[in-house]
T-cell receptor
């Protein structure tokens, strides 16, 4: 079982729909990142969370530390939101300050 | 202000060759991390450097090495290339080596090994 699990793996939505992507993790973390990767590679950091909720434009990210769960919401989705959304957690294992990555959620928003 | 820059953006090598990938972090950032992303999979952590010292290493063979320079730029070196090394290599910079920093990624270097 992966230490970071995302659901769904693939998601297709119609323009304007409200979208939720979930991330659950099983390790202790210092921070959780939501990132976006468009076809061709480049990764953009959307949010970094350690508690509560953050909002940026149409994107909202929440985290529940006790339940080890985070959600990324997209309101009024648009075709340009089509991308892979990745959840990654910052876990301290000794001196290894690595990120543990989810496998990503591939989102397609149809016009 | 320039973001994280990586070079080259694309390159093709043959098995057994050596490759050097370069990364310049955002000005003021002292930590650089390297990731390998094979097509269809999530990124895999390779190395983290902070203040020219290795702070983390992923599960990669010794053919992979890296270093960080006094100006905080970094190089990732891969020797004796294998077909399976074909991937997108991503560099991320953060202000420090603590877990509280936001990540900034370069566009990546896409390596194809023939």
């Amino acid at each position: 079982k992966n230490e970071v699990e995302q659901s769904p793996q693939n998601l297709t939505a119609q323009e304007g729909e409200f979208i939720t992507i979930n991330c659950s993790y099983s390790v202790g973390i210092s921070a959780l990142h939501w990132l976006q990767q468009h076809p061709g590679g480049g990764i953009v950091s959307l949010f970094m969370l350690s508690s509560g909720k953050k909002k940026h434009g149409r994107l909202i990210a929440t985290i529940n530390i006790q339940e080890k769960h985070s959600s990324l919401h997209i309101t009024a989705s648009h075709p340009r939101d089509s991308a892979v959304y990745i959840c990654a957690v910052r876990n301290y294992a000794g001196n290894n300050r690595k990120l543990i990555w989810g496998l990503g959620t591939s989102l397609a928003v149809n016009p | 202000d320039a973001g994280v820059t990586q070079s080259p953006t694309h390159l093709i090598k043959t098995r057994g060759q050596h490759v050097t990938l370069r990364c310049s972090p955002i000005s003021g950032h002292k930590s650089v991390s390297w990731y390998q992303q094979v097509l269809g999979q999530g990124p895999q952590f390779i190395f983290q450097y902070y203040e020219k010292e290795e702070r983390g290493r992923g599960n990669f063979p010794d053919r992979f090495s890296a270093r960080q320079f006094p100006n905080y730029s970094s190089e990732l070196n891969v020797n004796a290339l294998l077909l399976g090394d074909s991937a997108l290599y991503l560099c991320a910079s953060t202000p420090s080596d603590r877990g509280s920093g936001e990540l900034f990624f370069g566009e990546g270097s896409r390596l194809t090994v023939l």
